[in-house]
T-cell receptor, first 112, second 112 residues
Framework: GQQVMQIPQYQHVQEGEDFTTYCNSS?????IQWYKQRPGGHPVFLIQ?????EVKKQKRLTFQFGEAKKNSSLHITATQTTDVGTYFC????????????FGQGTTLQVKP | EAQVTQNPRYLITVTGKKLTVTCSQN?????MSWYRQDPGLGLRQIYYSMNVEVTDKGDVPEGYKVSRKEKRNFPLILESPSPNQTSLYFC???????????FGQGTRLTVV
């Protein structure tokens, strides 16, 4: 079945350092969504990418969708302690299921 | 305020005692889903519903039931809970098949 692999599983950075998490699929993704889950919280939608090669920015966050639509990345510039949490990529599965297929998530710790 | 509301937030129960986790959304969304989140496994879909009286199995439906009698409500039923159903459960809704998902606050269930 469809799978989205996300790496790394954990990342510890010093405040001010950059951070990147990657999602990869063996099949072409129709779209990719990114969610953030704060410790003890629920996933919150960040962004959706649909087009090949698409790049979107939200302040210090940069989201990319690969040219072949088989990979995506989230890059955070100059991390802050408020960036702590788990970042998930997710694809809407094929067919009319409304299913979100989630990557395993990358948990980011930021040391002040 | 647009939201997805789950109850209860925390529940400890014994093996075999039927329980229901409620989920309600006030955004008139057609699509609703239940996910469970387990360490290292990300979020996995249990059941989904595309509209009133339309429900179908997700990836891990065994031991669960759902119903969708009204558009706003999508309860998750565990007829005979077992310890392997100890998990963090999230309800989610979205307006369209491809749009962002709004998640509830989560229900942490422990079955002893």
């Amino acid at each position: 079945g469809q799978q989205v692999m996300q790496i790394p599983q954990y990342q510890h950075v010093q405040e001010g350092e950059d951070f990147t998490t990657y999602c990869n699929s063996s099949t072409t993704l129709s779209n990719i969504q990114w969610y953030k889950q704060r410790p003890g919280g629920h996933p919150v939608f960040l962004i959706q990418l649909v087009k090949s090669g698409e790049v979107k920015k939200q302040k210090r966050l940069t989201f990319q969708f690969g040219e072949a639509k088989k990979n995506s990345s989230l890059h955070i510039t100059a991390t802050q302690t408020t960036d702590v949490g788990t970042y998930f990529c997710a694809e809407r599965g094929s067919g009319n299921t409304g299913k979100l297929i989630f990557g395993q998530g990358t948990t980011l710790q930021v040391k002040p | 305020e647009a939201q997805v509301t789950q109850n209860p937030r925390y529940l400890i129960t014994v093996t075999g005692k039927k329980l229901t986790v409620t989920c309600s959304q006030n955004m008139n969304h057609e699509y609703m889903s239940w996910y469970r989140q387990d360490p290292g496994l990300g979020l996995r879909q249990i059941y989904y519903s595309m509209n009133v009286e339309v429900t179908d199995k997700g990836d891990v439906p065994e031991g669960y039931k759902v119903s969708r009698k009204e558009k706003r409500n999508f309860p998750l039923i565990l007829e005979s809970p077992s310890p392997n159903q100890t998990s963090l459960y999230f309800c989610a809704s979205s307006l369209f098949l491809s749009s962002e998902a709004f998640f509830g606050q989560g229900t942490r269930l422990t079955v002893v």
